[in-house]
């Protein structure tokens, strides 16, 4: 049950796992609209590959796990207007 909720993303060789209602947090993205239909997914190895920098995908899925309504003093997110 909780294995069909999770979703593994493999971005530059680092694979990263997060849950699909995390991903659907943002709407209208492509993290939000991910099928096992698109070239990108893997059915052998269960997972979506993505030809970008790791480092910096790390930082877009913090910002997805983030509530988009924290406020954290010294926060970078928090500088910017929702």
Do not use: C
Not at 51 to 80: C, S
């Amino acid at each position: 049950m909780d294995g069909e909720n999770r979703i593994i993303l493999n971005v530059g060789g680092i694979r990263y796992e997060t849950y699909k209602a995390t991903l659907k947090k943002i709407p209208a993205t492509r993290l939000s609209r991910l099928t096992e239909a698109l070239a990108n997914y893997d059915p052998v190895l269960n997972e979506y590959f993505f030809d970008r920098h790791p480092g910096v995908f790390a930082q877009i899925l913090n910002y997805y796990r983030r509530n988009m309504n924290e406020k954290v003093e010294n926060d970078q997110w928090a500088k910017y207007p929702e």
